[in-house]
């Protein structure tokens, strides 16, 4: 099974693909590691993200997306546009969408020895994060 970590930052989805592995999740390098939302309040941009990004999980076989959670009110509420992503992330067809709080993260990360692949690019590292949670939960 192939799965997505996610993490929505800006108008941008982070995307870092994971496989299963006997030696645990392993990262597979795509030279799409991120797809930008254009103008959020232009139809044609978000109908053009909900497209690529659909067409990103199909063309890589990926059943399961897991997404950091962002606050919804607060110091560290996450933008519209990141709601609006997650959103139109929901309700691609065929795709099942786990959201994980980042306390759970930030929790797995101390108990869990998490070792970065090399081909891992910095801004990466939540959406893998996400990733792997999935899949030590799925153990």
């Known amino acids: 099974?192939?799965?997505?970590?996610?993490?929505?930052?800006?108008?941008?989805?982070?995307l870092v693909v994971?496989?299963?592995s006997d030696k645990g999740p392993k990262h597979i390098d795509l030279p799409t590691r991120k797809i930008a939302l254009g103008d959020s309040d232009?139809?044609?941009?978000?109908i053009c993200f909900q497209k690529e990004i659909a067409?990103?999980?199909?063309?890589?076989?990926?059943?399961?997306a897991v997404i950091k959670k962002r606050a919804k009110k607060g110091k560290f509420a996450g933008g519209p546009d990141t709601f609006k992503?997650?959103?139109?992330?929901?309700?691609i067809p065929d795709?099942?969408?786990e959201l994980v709080p980042p306390q759970a993260?930030?929790?797995m990360e101390k108990k869990q020895d998490i070792i970065y692949p090399s081909s891992?690019?910095?801004?990466q590292e939540v959406a893998y994060l996400a990733g792997v949670y999935c899949y030590i939960g799925s153990l």
Request: glycine share 4%; net charge neutral; aromatic share 6%.
């Open 1 to 14: 099974m192939k799965l997505c970590g996610i993490e929505l930052k800006g108008n941008d989805a982070v």
């Open 18 to 20: 994971l496989e299963a």
């Open 42 to 46: 232009n139809a044609a941009d978000v």
């Open 55 to 64: 067409a990103f999980f199909v063309n890589n076989n990926i059943s399961k």
């Open 85 to 91: 992503m997650e959103a139109l992330i929901q309700v």
């Open 95 to 97: 795709l099942k969408v």
């Open 105 to 107: 993260l930030a929790a």
């Open 120 to 123: 891992l690019m910095k801004y």
